[in-house]
């Protein structure tokens, strides 16, 4: 065992046996390598990333290799998920580079953390002009050597060159009409007809840019952003991406038809899609869209759900074949002669027709990724459903693909949204039940006594890294949904707290934000990246969390904030709209009012309801009766019954319309 024993990182204690003596990110490692005189290899990965797996099996796990790399190098390993600072400085001076990036990350700094030479995954021999692992670290360790002023003078001029990026706030004022409507353009140039989704392969699934189409067609009435989102939408649930027997998304998908899925399924995917399809199926009653958003919710708390409450990070790509090889997509793919096998010769035939496998194979040696056709014929769903459950009962027996299960406080945040809303809108309360719990849990164990988020726990145990801002943007984010499904006003208080952190800790000049808090561990530079990724950057999740928080309060103080974290998205939507697609629906809440809506009546009442369901952009809800309810939600302030009935109020831009009893009328306000 290495100094990995002990940590809380699954993708960490993965490494803790190999003969590498690695060290986990802290200065220990770097005052080693100051009192060696040597280099230090920081490796960055995650649990479920492929290649970050193949090459420890290839290099790490290699005896001579990890005898030249202990003899001459300090070992640095990091988990991407748990220090997403660290990744992203580095990832930064990787692509900057290289012009290109990825995971494994593989970089080499001097001990003062300073990084001259990068790459990502490396062979252990060269191959397709890539040097192997051994031949660069013997290159690294002859230019330390012999050429050490020519690295210093390397990485001195690298960590200028990023200290010189840091970033206004991108704008002046908020984001109008005429960035939206850029933004759209750019999109519908981008969009992919005859597939769905943006640009090529590889295609992500744009969950953050199909929220903003929903809510400018809610806001708008834009027939074209809506169709964007829906054919995207239900390309993406019929195909290879979508597991067609168990639920959930996988990462991406490696074709441009959605076929083929790099296979891990990851928590952040899977809430912001569940979120999505529930908003897709408010804004249009699509069955399918009800379907996908209810199925992906079961699949969160079938196979993510950890023991103490919270959500699991990810599952693997890659599990055992039937010939104990280790193979990615192993768990999920088919061959005909499986089908049969498992379904007999009729029904076999009968399965392969309806999920499209072939004796071909869409996938590797033969085998296939189950997706639905795109051609509309009557099925008989009785006999689906049939043979789907027995699918899956026997795909139950293979080997399970490893899970990742730290629990990472942005991602359960994105969770408890998603959990909460779905719930909500399909009566089901056992998923606002594991919202609640998921709650309960970051409150528990990663809320300290003075508000300050930890990033990760696992088995209960709270890490040893402190929250970034998205941490602080996402969970607000789910505890106020809760709040307006629950009528819950704690969830409100402690959205609060974290929004006060933002406020006092990763706010800088002109309303730029910081993804690490003012009192952060200092790297080379400070991250700061406003675009999203696979999640809603740091900066427009916290934007957005503070706008609802202003709409729930009416502190001017949240409100100014938020309004100065959206100049970004004024500079930067009309370029780049695919990966502002958050910021972009922050700014349509923000062009909508938000609406705020109190009701007066029941939590779960018609009214209430009723309002959970409006389609308003960004509209929060605030419900309860009683003389308490006031205590709870400042909205409910001053809102009494009107002739002893449930009563809705609907307010934006300080001005309010006139109360109604009526759940019809209510719809109607907050229709778009």
């Not at 080379?524 to 990246?529: A, E, G, K």
């Amino acid at each position: 065992m290495n100094r990995l024993a002990g940590v809380t990182s699954p993708y960490l204690l993965q490494h803790a046996d190999n003969p590498v003596d690695w060290w986990p990110w802290g200065p220990e490692a770097f005052e080693e390598a100051k009192r060696r005189d040597v280099p230090v290899l920081l490796s960055v990965g995650y649990s479920a990333c492929h290649w970050c797996h193949v090459m420890a099996h290839e290099s790490f796990e290699d005896e001579s290799v990890a005898a030249y790399l202990n003899e001459r190098f300090v070992a640095v390993k990091v988990d991407r998920e748990e220090r997403p600072d660290v990744d992203a400085v580095y990832m930064e001076a990787v692509q900057a580079a290289t012009g290109h990036g990825g995971w494994p990350m593989t970089v080499f700094l001097t001990p003062d953390a300073e990084p001259f030479y990068f790459g990502t995954y490396f062979p252990p021999e060269p191959r397709h002009g890539s040097p192997s692992f051994q031949q660069v670290l013997e290159g690294v360790s002859a230019a330390w050597t012999d050429r050490r002023e020519e690295v210093a003078e390397v990485a001195g001029r690298i960590v200028a060159d990023l200290a010189g990026r840091s970033l206004a706030h991108g704008g002046d004022g908020v984001p109008g009409e005429a960035e939206v409507a850029q933004a759209l353009l750019g999109l519908t140039r981008e969009y992919d007809e005859q597939h769905g989704g943006f640009g090529g392969a590889p295609k992500f699934p744009p969950a953050m840019v199909v929220e903003f189409l929903l809510r400018h067609y809610a806001r708008t009435g834009s027939e074209g952003a809506l169709q964007m989102a829906a054919d995207t939408c239900s390309a993406m649930a019929r195909g290879g991406i979508y597991d067609q027997l168990g639920g959930g998304f996988a990462r991406y998908s490696v074709d441009r038809e959605w076929v083929v899925p790099h296979f891990e399924k990851m928590l952040y995917d899977n809430a912001l899609l569940c979120r999505v399809y529930a908003h897709l199926w408010r804004t249009t009653g699509s069955a399918e869209a009800r379907r996908i958003a209810l199925e992906t919710a079961d699949f969160m708390v079938r196979e993510l759900r950890t023991a103490e409450g919270g959500f699991a990070s990810a599952l693997d790509a890659d599990s055992e074949d039937q010939r104990g090889r280790h193979l990615e997509g192993a768990f999920y793919v088919w061959t005909p002669a499986q089908l049969r096998e498992v379904l007999g010769e009729e029904d076999g035939a009968f399965a392969a027709a309806y999920f499209g496998v072939t004796e071909e194979g869409t996938f590797e040696e033969g085998a296939s990724v189950l997706q639905l056709s795109g051609e509309a014929r009557p099925v008989d769903a009785g006999r689906v459903a049939d043979v789907r459950a027995r699918l899956l009962a026997a795909r139950e027996e293979r080997p399970r693909p490893g899970r990742d299960d730290k629990v990472v406080a942005a991602w359960n945040g994105l969770a408890i949204a998603a959990l909460a809303e779905t719930g909500a809108y399909f009566d089901r309360p056992d998923l606002v039940e594991r919202a609640t719990e998921a709650a309960d849990l970051l409150v528990r164990v990663h809320l300290g006594e003075v508000a300050r988020l930890t990033r990760t726990s696992k088995d209960g145990r709270a890490g040893g890294n402190a929250g970034v801002l998205e941490d602080y943007g996402d969970v607000a984010e789910g505890f106020l949904a809760l709040a307006a499904v629950t009528g819950e006003g704690a969830w409100l208080e402690f959205a609060g707290f974290l929004l006060d952190v933002v406020l006092e800790q990763f706010t800088g000049e002109g309303g730029q934000l910081y993804d690490t808090a003012h009192e952060a561990e200092k790297l080379i530079r400070r991250p700061q990246d406003p675009t999203d990724s696979a999640t809603p950057a740091g900066w427009t999740a916290a934007a957005g969390a503070l706008l609802s928080y202003a709409a729930y309060t009416g502190s001017e103080a949240h409100r100014t904030a938020a309004e100065g974290a959206l100049g970004v998205v004024k500079a930067l939507a009309p370029r780049a709209p695919r990966f502002i697609g958050w910021g972009l629906a922050v700014a349509e809440a923000l062009l909508d009012g938000p609406r705020e809506v109190a009701v007066a009546g029941p939590v779960g009442g018609e009214l209430h309801r009723t309002a959970l369901l409006g389609r308003a952009p960004g509209a929060v809800v605030a419900a309860g009766e009683g003389p308490g309810a006031g205590a709870e939600f400042p909205l409910l302030v001053d809102r009494p019954l009107v002739g002893g009935e449930p009563t809705a109020y609907v307010c934006r831009h300080f001005v309010c319309d006139a109360p109604t009893t009526d759940a019809g009328e209510l719809a109607g306000k907050l229709g778009g």
